[in-house]
């Protein structure tokens, strides 16, 4: 009897341990790597002083995630809501692939490259790597 009850001991210790419940960048799938080192500036200063073409860093927050669904037409791109503040202030959408590897409410330094300029507020941005911010 105690034989079984130490294996079932062991068992459920080892099924624990081999359970990985924490929330790492390391298990997220990155597709952009590591921020570059860039001017950093505010998402008002990009959207308005920055002469095209460049590469810049924000320091933001992703406040929203916009992901279509497998097997959905969406009519929106895939991409992050970011803001330098929590509640959401200035915001900028970047489109990006997989947004699922960015997460909520957590802060990001962005590098970006600024390609074009259609119109003062829709900048033709290209997310080229990312960092955790602080």
């Not at 320091?59 to 809501?81: H, L």
């Not at 259609?118 to 990312?130: M, R, S, V």
Request: glycine fraction near 2%; aromatic fraction near 10%.
């Amino acid at each position: 009897m105690k034989t079984i009850q130490l294996f079932t001991f062991v068992a459920c210790v080892l099924a624990f341990v081999g359970c990985n419940v924490s929330n790492s960048d390391e298990e997220i799938e990155r597709t952009y790597p590591e921020a570059f080192n860039f001017e950093t500036v505010s998402i008002q200063q990009l959207l308005t002083e920055i002469e095209t073409p460049d590469s810049v860093n924000i320091e933001s927050y992703i406040f929203a995630i916009n992901q279509c669904p497998e097997d959905a037409i969406c009519v929106a791109p895939d991409g992050i809501w970011t803001s330098e503040s929590l509640p959401p202030t200035d915001t900028l959408f970047i489109e990006t692939v997989d947004p699922k590897q960015f997460q909520k409410n957590k802060q990001y330094k962005i590098s970006l490259s600024v390609d074009k300029r259609e119109t003062k507020d829709n900048p033709d941005l290209h997310i080229l790597g990312y960092s955790n911010s602080k």
